[in-house]
C-alpha cells in the first residue's frame, strides 16, 4: 500500500507536499470503500440471481415486480431490512445480542481483503494470504455462538451450537485441501498462487489438472467449504424446518440483514478461493493480461477471475436447490471419518508428487515432452 | 443410539415444538425434551384446530353435513365428502347410479393423487430440499383445475350429494382427466430420480423410527403408514365398497428396500407408488364410466330410518371411520368420526424417543398427519 501511495506521489506532483502517511491512509480508506461497495453490489446481484435461479430451477418466476423483470428486487429488500423495526427481545443479552452481527459480518468481510482480483488488483496482498483467509472467517464462529446464546431462544441456541461445532470442524478439511495450493506456488500469497497457474499450459496450469491429487483436493475443499459457510446440504445451523430459522431466528431489521449479507459473503469468498487455488484466479489462458497497456490487463484479469468465481457460485446455487439436508450426526461423521482422513492422505499425496517429480505436474510434463 | 450422559452429565431441555413450526404440518404441538440433539422425550399436544365438527353434526340436517366434511381434511376433501355420503346411504338404504359411483371414485383417487403429492412435497421440504415441493404443488395445481371444472371449486369441494353427486361432468372432463394422468405418471420417476433416491435422503430416512407390522396393527395405524409396515390391509381391498371391485390395482406395501422394513422410507415410498396405483384407478373408470344419472332421488329434508351404521372407507391419511346413529328426525342422533392421522399420533411418543430432533421432523413428515383430521 505505502509502495502504491509513493508511485501515486510521483505521478501527481501537487501531492508531493502531503505526508506520506496521509496518502497512504486516505488509500486504504479508498480501497476498502471499494471493496465493501463491491462486496454489497454482489450481495445485492446476488441475492437477486439466487432467486431468479431458485426460480428457474423451481419451476417459477422469481421475483418479477420491482423494476424491469425483477432487476430492482434486491434494492427493495435492502431498504426494507433497513427501514424494519430491530427488535430485541426482552430477555436477550442485549450487549451481546447487538455485538453477534458484527462479529459475523466482520468475519465474512475481512477475508474480501486479501481476493485477488486482477493483476495488481488486491487490497493487501499478505504474505500470509490464505492464512489470513482461514483466520478471520473463524471469527463467524463467535458471532453465531453469540448470537445463539445471547437470544434467549432455545432454537437460536441449538442453532448456534450447530453452527460452532460444524464450523470447528471443517475447517480442518478446508485448510487441509487447500494446502496443496501452496505446496504448488511455494507461497501463502494469494497472488504468487494464482502467478503459479500461469504460464503457456492455457487452461492446463491449473492447479486442478497439476496431478491427480489436486484434482482431488478441488473437490475436497469445495464440498468442506459448502459445509464451513452453512450452504445447503449443510445448512444445519439454520435448518428452517426443524430449527425454525436457527441462530438467526430472534434477529430483524438491519441486524438480520447483516447475517444475511455475510452469508453472501462467504458464497463469494468461498467461490473466489477455489478460483484462485484451483481454478487459475484471474490468468487468462494463453495470455498474459500484464503486458496489456495502461488498465486494459487489471481489467482482462477482473473479468476473467469474476466470470470464474461467478459461475463456482452457479454451481453453488444450483445444489442449494437441489439436495436436502444431512442429519448433525451424519454431518459430523462426514467430517471426521471422511473429509479429514482424506484430505491429509490427499495432502500427502502431493507432498510426495511434488518431491518425486521435482514439482512438476501432469500438463507440465507431458508438454516437456513435445519439447 | 448410545448417548454418552453417564461420563458426561447434562441437563435436559424442554423445548415447544410448534404450534406454530414449519415442520408440524399444522398447529401440532410437540413438547420436547432433549438432551443436546438427542429426544429423550416428545409428547404430542393435539386440540389447537378442534372445531366440534361431531357435535354441529348432530345440529344440521344430512345434506347440510356435507360442507362440514370438506374442512375434516382440506387435502383430501373429496375423500371424506364421499365418506359422508357414503355412510348416509348405508344408513338409509339409497341406491346410487352407477355413473355418480364412478365420478366418486375418479374424484377420490384424483383426490388420492394429489393429497400424496402433498405429503410427497412437504415431507422433501422437511428434509431441507425445497424444490420437489414445487414439483408437487405444479402437479397438484392440475387436478384442482380438473376439480374447478366439476365443481367450481379448488380446495373445499363440497361434491359428493346423499345418493349421487352434485353434478355430472362437464363436457372434456374425462379427456382433460386422461391428459393429466398421461403427464402425471412420468413424473414420479422423476420425482424418484430427483429425491427419493438421493444418497443424503435415503440415508435422513431409511432406519429411522421403524414400526414392525405387529406393533403397527396393535396401536391401529391405517392407511399408507400400516402399509409401510408390511401389512397389505386396504378397505378399497378387504372392505370393498362402492365400485372399487371392479377395477384393477394392487395395494402397495412396504419392502425395507433402502433400510428396515417399516422405517420413514417404506412410508414414503408406499405413497408414491399409491399414486402410480392411484393413475390406474382412474385410467379403468373413466374408460369404462356407463351412461346415465348422477343422482338418485332423495328428498332434501329427508328422514333415515332409526338406527345406527358404521362405515369407513379408504382416505390418504388411513381409515375414515363414520358412526352415526339416527333417531329418525332430519338430524343424525350422534356422529363420530374417526381419522387416520388421530390414531396415529398414539405411536408418535414411541417412535421418536431416542431420535435426533432432525428425525422428530422426519417421522412427522413421513406420518403425514393433518392437523384438522386430528382435532376435527
Known amino acids: 500500500m505505502e509502495a502504491l501511495a509513493l508511485s501515486l506521489v510521483n505521478a501527481i506532483p501537487p501531492l508531493a507536499g502531503v505526508p506520506l502517511w496521509t496518502v497512504t491512509l486516505l488509500l486504504m480508506v479508498v480501497v476498502a470503500a471499494v471493496i465493501l461497495v463491491f462486496a454489497l453490489t454482489f450481495e445485492g446481484v446476488g441475492s437477486l440471481v439466487l432467486r431468479k435461479v431458485a ?6 418466476i422469481g421475483p418479477n415486480r420491482v423494476g424491469p423483470n425483477g432487476m430492482l428486487q434486491f434494492l427493495a429488500d435492502g431498504v426494507k431490512l433497513v427501514l424494519k423495526e430491530d427488535i430485541i427481545p426482552a430477555n436477550a443479552d442485549r450487549l451481546l445480542f447487538k455485538l453477534a452481527p458484527y462479529f459475523v459480518f466482520v468475519g465474512s468481510f475481512a477475508a474480501f481483503v486479501v481476493v485477488p482480483f486482477g493483476v495488481g488488483l488486491i487490497a493487501a496482498d499478505l504474505n500470509i494470504g490464505i492464512y489470513y483467509v482461514m483466520a478471520v472467517t473463524s471469527l463467524v464462529v463467535v458471532g453465531v455462538l453469540l448470537a445463539g446464546w445471547a437470544s434467549n431462544n432455545k432454537w437460536a441456541l441449538l442453532g448456534g451450537m450447530r453452527a460452532a461445532s460444524q464450523i470447528v470442524s471443517y475447517e480442518i478439511p478446508v485448510g487441509m485441501a487447500l494446502i496443496p495450493a501452496v505446496l504448488i506456488a511455494g507461497s501463502l500469497s494469494l497472488q504468487d498462487i494464482v502467478r503459479s497457474q500461469g504460464g503457456l499450459l492455457g487452461i492446463f496450469g491449473w492447479n486442478l489438472f497439476h496431478n491427480p491429487f489436486t484434482f482431488f483436493s478441488f473437490f475436497l475443499y469445495f464440498t468442506a467449504a459448502q459445509a464451513e459457510t452453512n450452504q445447503t446440504p449443510f445448512d444445519l445451523p439454520e435448518a428452517e424446518s426443524e430449527l425454525v430459522s436457527g441462530y438467526n431466528v430472534e434477529y430483524s431489521g438491519i441486524r438480520f440483514g447483516l447475517f444475511f449479507l455475510a452469508e453472501f459473503g462467504d458464497m463469494f469468498i468461498v467461490a473466489a478461493l477455489a478460483t484462485a487455488c484451483f481454478l487459475g484466479g484471474w490468468n487468462v489462458p494463453f495470455f498474459n493480461a500484464g503486458t496489456l497497456p495502461w488498465i486494459w490487463g487489471n481489467l482482462l484479469s477482473l ?3 469474476l466470470a470464474k468465481a461467478f459461475a463456482m457460485v452457479l454451481i453453488m446455487m444450483w445444489v442449494r436447490w437441489t439436495l436436502p439436508r444431512l442429519r448433525v450426526d451424519q454431518l459430523m461423521r462426514m467430517a471426521w471419518k471422511f473429509l479429514v482422513p482424506l484430505t491429509f492422505v490427499n495432502l500427502l499425496g502431493v507432498s510426495l508428487w511434488l518431491l518425486v ?6 500438463p507440465g510434463m507431458i508438454a516437456s515432452l513435445f519439447g | 443410539m448410545t448417548t454418552r450422559t453417564d461420563a458426561l452429565p447434562t441437563q435436559e431441555m424442554t423445548i415447544n415444538m410448534g404450534p406454530q413450526h414449519p415442520s408440524t404440518h399444522g398447529v401440532l404441538r410437540v413438547i420436547l425434551t432433549t438432551d443436546g440433539e ?7 399436544d393435539v386440540g389447537y384446530l378442534h372445531r366440534a365438527l361431531e357435535k354441529i353434526g348432530e345440529r344440521v340436517t344430512y345434506a347440510q353435513y356435507m360442507p362440514f366434511t370438506d374442512r375434516l381434511d382440506y387435502l383430501a376433501a373429496m375423500n371424506c365428502n364421499c365418506a359422508w355420503a357414503w355412510t348416509v346411504e348405508k344408513l338409509a338404504k339409497i341406491e346410487v347410479p352407477e355413473r355418480a359411483e364412478y365420478l366418486r371414485v375418479i374424484v377420490c383417487e384424483l383426490n388420492r393423487i394429489s393429497s400424496h403429492l402433498i405429503a410427497f412435497g412437504s415431507y422433501t421440504a422437511d428434509m431441507g430440499a425445497f424444490t420437489p415441493f414445487l414439483y408437487a404443488i405444479r402437479e397438484r395445481e392440475q387436478v384442482n383445475d380438473l376439480f374447478e371444472m366439476l365443481c367450481g371449486n379448488r380446495l373445499t369441494y363440497n361434491y359428493a350429494r346423499v345418493g349421487g353427486v352434485s353434478g355430472d361432468a362437464p363436457p372434456g372432463f374425462l379427456e382433460k382427466t386422461r391428459e393429466f394422468l398421461d403427464y402425471f ?13 438421493n444418497k443424503i435422503f435415503v440415508h435422513r430416512l431409511a432406519n429411522v423410527a421403524v414400526i414392525p407390522a405387529e406393533e403397527a396393527v396393535a396401536y391401529g395405524l391405517t392407511g399408507p403408514n400400516l402399509r409401510g ?3 397389505p390391509f386396504d378397505l378399497r381391498k378387504d372392505e370393498p365398497y362402492s ?3 371392479k377395477f384393477d390395482f394392487k395395494v402397495c406395501v412396504g419392502t425395507g428396500e433402502r433400510g428396515t422394513l417399516g422405517d420413514c422410507f417404506d412410508r414414503y415410498m408406499v405413497r408414491i407408488n399409491e399414486m402410480r396405483e392411484s393413475v390406474k384407478i382412474v385410467r379403468q373408470a373413466v374408460a369404462r364410466i356407463p351412461d346415465g344419472p348422477v343422482r338418485a332421488k332423495v328428498p332434501r329434508l329427508f328422514k333415515p330410518p332409526v338406527g345406527e351404521t358404521y362405515f369407513r372407507s379408504e382416505c390418504p391419511r388411513g381409515e375414515t371411520g363414520i358412526y352415526l346413529i339416527s333417531d329418525g328426525s332430519v338430524n343424525p342422533f350422534r356422529l363420530k368420526i374417526r381419522t387416520g392421522s388421530f390414531v396415529t399420533m398414539n405411536i408418535f ?5 431416542g431420535l435426533m430432533i432432525a428425525d422428530v421432523v422426519a417421522v412427522i413428515g413421513s406420518f403425514d398427519i393433518i392437523l384438522p383430521e386430528i382435532d376435527r
Open chain 1, 55 to 60: 426460480g428457474d430451477i423451481q419451476a417459477r
Open chain 1, 303 to 305: 473479468g476473467v477471475f
Open chain 1, 357 to 362: 517429480f521435482r514439482g512438476k505436474g501432469i
Open chain 2, 38 to 44: 438427542v429426544v429423550t422425550r416428545a409428547v404430542p
Open chain 2, 185 to 197: 405418471e412420468p413424473k414420479l420417476d422423476e420425482y424418484n430420480n430427483l429425491i427419493s433416491y
Open chain 2, 229 to 231: 409396515s408390511g401389512v
Open chain 2, 243 to 245: 365400485v372399487y371391485p
Open chain 2, 349 to 353: 411418543e414411541k417412535v421418536t424417543r
